[in-house]
């Protein structure tokens, strides 16, 4: 590999390892919705297989979201796990459905979520 292909990879690593804990959060936010973007379109060009491994990685990230709440922080948490489970269940019904519109409602909750974890990312960069 030559320094030229490696220096995205290399970016990226510095930046992950540089983060902070709430910087990685937007992080994976942007890696989810940057995965159902692509899973819309796959759907809407009817790649089922395509479709279905975007949203996989997606789903996984989710989960990882999920599976990180720390359920001593109160109500955020629960609320949270509550998103999260619906948006694994959108996902799964617009799945078998062949429904993009459903993966964008899903990309937009995401979206809102992520905006408010940068807002804190920014505050706390700031302090």
């Not at 490696?6 to 709430?22: D, E, I, K």
């Not at 297989?49 to 599976?67: K, P, Q, S, Y």
Request: charge should be negative; glycine fraction near 6%; include cysteine.
């Amino acid at each position: 590999m030559s320094n030229l292909a490696a220096s995205p990879q290399a970016y990226r690593q510095g930046a992950v390892l540089a983060a902070t804990p709430t910087q990685l959060v937007v992080m994976l936010y942007d890696g989810a919705r940057r995965f159902l973007r692509q899973g819309a379109v796959a759907m809407r060009d009817g790649e089922i297989e395509r479709a279905h491994n975007t949203l996989r990685r997606a789903e996984m990230i989710i989960a990882h979201l999920d599976g990180t709440l720390d359920f001593e922080q109160g109500q955020v948490s629960e609320r949270l796990h509550a998103i999260y489970r619906f948006c694994l269940a959108h996902l799964n019904s617009a799945r078998f459905a062949q429904d993009a519109t459903k993966v964008e409602e899903v990309s937009e909750l995401l979206g809102e979520l992520r905006e408010a974890w940068a807002q804190v990312a920014s505050e706390a960069t700031q302090a």
